[in-house]
């Protein structure tokens, strides 16, 4: 059937303007990236809302709205905003995967803000949502399919995951369905996060701590004397090198 000029002019500003959407997307994405690099949240927040206002199925802006929203989160006094909020970016992420199953991002930041929430409550009160955590950061790493910050970011969410569940006694554990928590893993997972993202205060201080748990001081002090010294670049870093300072005088 022959379509009539004014449909085929339709059907074609339709397209270009589908495109345009798009595109505008992608670029609001890369902004919030930078945002995001510059500590700057809250400004970051606003252009991931914009990018969603463009296209609210993005899979891209969704993960990016869940990460951001686990940011503000962290910076609320209120536990029980904070929690709402932390269930907001859990949101977001399911969202995000009901768009695009294979998501290496959404699952990530699932697992930050599920990882958050059971912190909040106890992680020993919430079993099931400890074991989503674990298991959101594995698909994240078989999955691949991201860049090196994001899948260093699963493997420390395993690894810290790992370290905080094995704190308890395996026989505590069992009946709760986390008997799986295991030391030498939480090294490990936590050794590939460096790895694959050097000087991130965030991971330097985490493994110093695992370090110290398995009775290993010296090189545990080694790494927390590096911190001070390391550039922040995360909202919270700052804070992060106090606790280091600490971290050493209990130490020493």
């Known amino acids: 059937m022959k379509l009539s000029v004014a449909v085929r002019a339709a059907l074609l500003a339709l397209f270009l303007t589908a495109g345009t959407v798009y595109a505008d997307v992608n670029t609001l ?36 709205l869940s990460r951001v929203l686990v940011m503000l989160s962290d910076q609320e006094q209120d536990e029980n905003k904070r929690i709402t909020m932390y269930n907001q ?10 768009k695009n199953s294979s998501c290496m991002g959404a699952y990530v930041y699932r697992a930050a803000a599920s990882g958050k929430i059971a912190l909040t ?20 790493i078989q999955l691949h399919n991201d860049t090196p910050q994001r899948l260093a970011a699963a493997y420390y969410i395993l690894g810290r995951t790992h370290l905080n569940v094995q704190r308890k006694p395996k026989f505590v554990r069992l009946p709760l369905g986390l ?7 939480a090294l490990q997972y936590l050794s590939k996060a460096r790895e694959l993202r050097k000087d991130f205060i965030m991971f330097e201080l985490e493994y110093a701590r695992c370090l110290a748990e398995g009775d290993r001081e010296q090189e545990a002090l080694a790494v927390a004397r590096r911190i001070s010294a390391l550039k922040p670049l995360e909202p919270g870093d700052q804070k992060r090198q106090q606790e280091a300072i600490e971290f050493i005088k209990d130490i020493e």
Do not use: M
């Not at 970016?89 to 009901?98: C, P």
């Not at 409550?121 to 994240?140: C, E, L, N, P, Y």
């Not at 008997?179 to 893993?185: S, T, V």
């Open 29 to 64: 994405c890369s902004q919030f990236d930078s945002q995001i690099e510059a500590l700057d949240v809250r400004g970051a927040k606003q252009t991931i809302d914009k990018a969603l206002q463009e296209d609210p199925s993005s899979c891209q802006a969704l993960y990016r």
């Open 89 to 98: 970016a859990v949101d977001a992420a399911n969202k995000a995967l009901q």
């Open 121 to 140: 409550k106890g992680i020993f009160s919430v079993g099931a949502v400890v074991t989503q955590v674990r298991d959101d950061a594995t698909k994240a």
């Open 179 to 185: 008997g799986w928590g295991n030391y030498d893993e």
